[in-house]
């Protein structure tokens, strides 16, 4: 299983920003992605990650207080990929960006099993 981020980059202040995560690798006949809940975390220079959002098998979302109301997470399943919109962003909005899938069968976001390699967000004052 891979899951590769994309759509990071340099924003202003109150400016947007979409992430991408593409899986691959996962078993379309037995173990599709629509079956696994996702999760977006970040992680700040000298902080610890942080879970930001994340989204279930059925459709549900979860947001950090932080950011409810201002990021939106989606899927794709059709397309292997999850989705992290970012609007209104803020400065302390810095931190490298990972999509990571939780565990199948786990109730909670912090159980991940596989993480994709990160994708920095810079939000400039």
């Known amino acids: 299983v891979q899951l590769v981020e994309s759509g990071g980059g340099l924003v202003q202040v109150g400016g947007s920003l979409r992430l991408s995560c593409v899986g691959s690798?996962?078993?379309?006949?037995?173990?599709?992605?629509?079956?696994?809940?996702f999760a977006w975390y970040r992680q700040a220079p000298g902080k610890e990650r942080e879970l930001v959002a994340g989204?279930?098998?059925?459709?549900?979302?979860y947001y950090a207080d932080s950011v409810r109301g201002r990021f939106t997470i989606s899927r794709d399943n059709d397309k292997n990929t999850l989705y992290l919109q970012m609007d209104k962003l803020r400065s302390e909005d810095t931190a490298v960006y990972y999509c990571a899938r939780v565990k199948l069968g786990s109730d909670t976001y912090y159980s991940t099993d596989y993480w994709g390699q990160g994708t920095q967000v810079t939000v400039s004052s």
């Open positions: 989204a279930s098998s059925g459709g549900s979302a």
């Open positions: 690798g996962f078993s379309f006949s037995t173990s599709p992605m629509s079956r696994y809940a």
